[in-house]
């Protein structure tokens, strides 16, 4: 079984800076293949942010935000990060982080292909 925590969320202005952690732990996390990160605003579908591939660390975004967001993982501490620039009110929702122990059956952006989930942590952007 593997555990995910999110963590770093909170409210912002519009153009303000967030950084959000995950932090995993469970005996099998070292089998993981991708990790990603997804937020649901209300009244609406969970949506796909970005990904990670745990071992090579390369990287994908949502268009909505590609330029804005950067995934990074420190593998040593068994933690992901999505630091997220220039915020949008747009951008409000609750983020969860995800895990998918592979093998990848399914695009990084489809919800379904993740095996582990996180509670999630609220995002507020304020215009």
């Known amino acids: 079984q593997v555990q995910l925590v999110e963590s770093g969320g909170g409210l912002v202005q519009a153009g303000a800076s967030l950084r959000l952690s995950c932090a995993a732990s469970g005996r099998t996390f070292s089998t993981m293949v991708r990790m990603g990160w997804f937020r649901q605003a209300p009244e609406k579908e969970r949506e796909f942010v970005g990904a990670i591939r745990w071992s090579t660390g390369s990287t994908y975004y949502a268009d909505s935000v590609k330029g804005r967001f950067t995934i990074s993982r420190d593998k040593a501490k068994n933690t992901i990060f999505v630091q997220m620039d220039s915020l949008k009110p747009e951008d409000t929702a609750v983020y969860y982080c995800?895990?998918?122990?592979?093998?990848?059956?399914?695009?990084?952006?489809?919800?379904?292909?993740?095996?582990?989930w996180g509670q999630g942590t609220q995002v507020t952007v304020s215009s």
């Open positions: 995800a895990a998918d122990r592979g093998p990848l059956t399914t695009l990084a952006e489809s919800s379904a292909g993740y095996d582990y």
